[in-house]
């Protein structure tokens, strides 16, 4: 397994391939040489323009090839990549933006305008590239995508990076509030490549749908792997699951990620798979979430030659557990074994290996560990810590990732998630901070209290409940429900708001949330 530079992925492939299709949206393709010869460009703009090594690069772009390049482009120029997801709202990104100091934005021209105030709030932010269709551009923004990337002549040649050196901040919400920066080097983007395309055997004949964004850790690696290997990724706008099922045969998918409530939508009768089966599609795995049993039931029917891969993971660790196809009868409820090159270890309260049976946290071993959270010491070694069973001997520490989520193992070692630790909300494949859903619900001025947990949900995984002390007389619950979509993406917004006279404490007088997850819904 090689651990290289990320846009040396890319670069590889287009020797080997120059001319195979590489990228595509929406009708336009792109062949592996035209992809580098735009990320060549693109980072010899950026260091013109001033970018420097190690200087943070937002990417404010929805799905598209702009965005690919964008992301090779800054690895290329030596600079931090920050992928941001394009359904957050201005005043999210302000908090991305000033968090990690970021340098550069590349960000539509029809977006431009509304970031006003985030470059008044971050004086880092020196520059903005404006992405707009041919013969476009904002006057707001000090260079244009397009013109950066339009320069025939320019060679990746001349950049500092190594391996080790920090390639991208993913954002990810925390249980303390406001979304964290994991970080990751170089060589652990290009590990997770490796070993994802190692057991879902991935090559240069697979054609992979992209449809998570490149804002989730699993989105991300749809895009390396698929220039790792030669292989080609098409990126789809989709709202309906029908808008997937005609990508999956329109494109020849060969592989499709997705989290559960893709694969609820997929699974009903109007998204017209039994109608239309992909003939080319060989594999599809879940992120984000266990797959509920009956969806995974009607999809193993309607998908009876496509290989089905279970799999577990955490952003600061990337993949940690894959259950083989073969496995799927005997344990469908089980999420499978380490991933190649790693090795989990399930560890009880004491610090002991536990027994098969035994609940115990999972800590992740392996070449996939992240750096840690950027400009977060004490998160950081809460989550990632010494290995507990590393030989003395040998002198030399080594970090592991505590996962926070409470699995055990049966007889032959196969894992099994039992509930995570903390008081996460995982919904739609989203990990979702209850602070912050809390902190939004109180600015609108209307309620003195907050409390909001995850319940049960078989699509989603987690619907999100909210409960609220008014301040003052009544408060209406859809108008809070409007109030926090204005501001918060979709799979952020309470699904239900109900008002209370007050909330639950424990004996310290905190809140407690637990009475609130045992409280019926109406």
Not at 224 to 242: E, N, R, S
Request: charged share 20%; aromatic share 6%.
């Amino acid at each position: 397994m090689t651990y290289g530079l990320i846009h040396e992925m890319l670069q590889a492939s287009a020797t080997r391939k120059p001319h195979a299709e590489a990228l595509v949206h929406s009708g336009r393709r792109l062949t592996y040489a035209q992809v580098q010869r735009r990320v060549a460009s693109l980072a010899s703009g950026l260091r013109a323009a001033g970018v420097e090594r190690g200087d943070r690069v937002g990417i404010y772009l929805p799905p598209s090839l702009e965005q690919a390049i964008a992301i090779f482009g800054v690895a290329a120029a030596d600079a931090v990549y920050v992928p941001v997801n394009s359904g957050l709202y201005p005043a999210q990104l302000t908090h991305i933006a000033s968090d990690c100091q970021m340098k550069a934005l590349i960000t539509g021209a029809d977006q431009v305008g509304r970031l006003e105030q985030t470059r008044a709030d971050v004086p880092s932010l020196e520059l903005v590239v404006s992405v707009a269709g041919a013969g476009t551009r904002s006057e707001a923004a000090e260079l244009d995508f397009n013109e950066l990337c339009a320069d025939e002549t320019a060679s990746m040649d001349g950049g500092k990076s190594i391996p080790r050196d920090l390639a991208a901040l993913i954002y990810t919400s925390g249980s303390t509030g406001k979304p964290k920066g994991v970080m990751l080097s170089h060589e652990q983007v290009v590990a997770g490549s490796s070993i994802v395309s190692e057991y879902l055997k991935i090559n240069d004949e697979d054609r992979i749908l992209a449809v998570l964004p490149f804002s989730f850790d699993a989105g991300m690696n749809q895009l390396m792997t698929a220039m790792q290997q030669g292989g080609t990724l098409a990126m789809c706008d989709w709202v309906f699951g029908h808008d997937i099922v005609r990508a999956l045969e329109h494109e020849r998918i060969t592989g499709l990620a997705g989290v559960p409530t893709l694969w609820g939508l997929l699974a009903r009768p109007d998204a017209g798979l039994a109608d239309n089966p992909p003939p080319n599609l060989r594999y599809i795995t879940n992120t984000g979430g266990t797959m509920p049993e009956g969806v995974l039931a009607t999809l193993r029917e309607l998908l009876p030659t496509t290989s089905i891969y279970l799999m577990y993971g955490l952003t600061e660790a990337f993949r940690s557990t894959y259950l083989p196809p073969e496995e799927l009868d005997r344990r469908p409820d089980s999420i499978g074994k380490a991933i190649p090159h790693t090795e989990i270890l399930v560890v009880n309260d004491e610090g002991k290996l536990c027994a098969p049976g035994e609940p115990g946290e999972l800590v992740h071993r392996g070449p996939t560990v992240s750096l840690g959270y950027w400009a977060r010491p004490d998160l950081t070694k809460e989550v990632l810590r010494p290995h507990p069973f590393a030989d003395p001997e040998l002198g030399v520490s080594e970090t592991v990732c505590y996962s926070g989520d409470l699995v055990r193992t049966d007889e032959d070692g196969f894992l099994y998630f039992i509930a995570r630790r903390d008081a996460m909300i995982k919904s739609s494949g989203y990990r979702i901070s209850p602070t912050e859903v809390e902190s939004t619900l109180l600015e609108s001025g209307k309620i003195e209290l907050a409390a909001v947990v995850g319940v049960a949900d078989e699509l989603l995984g987690a619907r999100i409940r909210a409960f609220v002390v008014p301040k003052a007389g009544e408060v209406d619950p859809k108008e809070l429900v409007r109030f926090c979509a204005q501001r918060m993406p979709r799979y952020m917004v309470p699904h239900a708001v109900e008002v209370v006279d007050d909330l639950p404490r424990t004996t310290s007088g905190k809140i407690d949330y637990a009475a609130l997850r045992a409280v019926p819904e109406a």
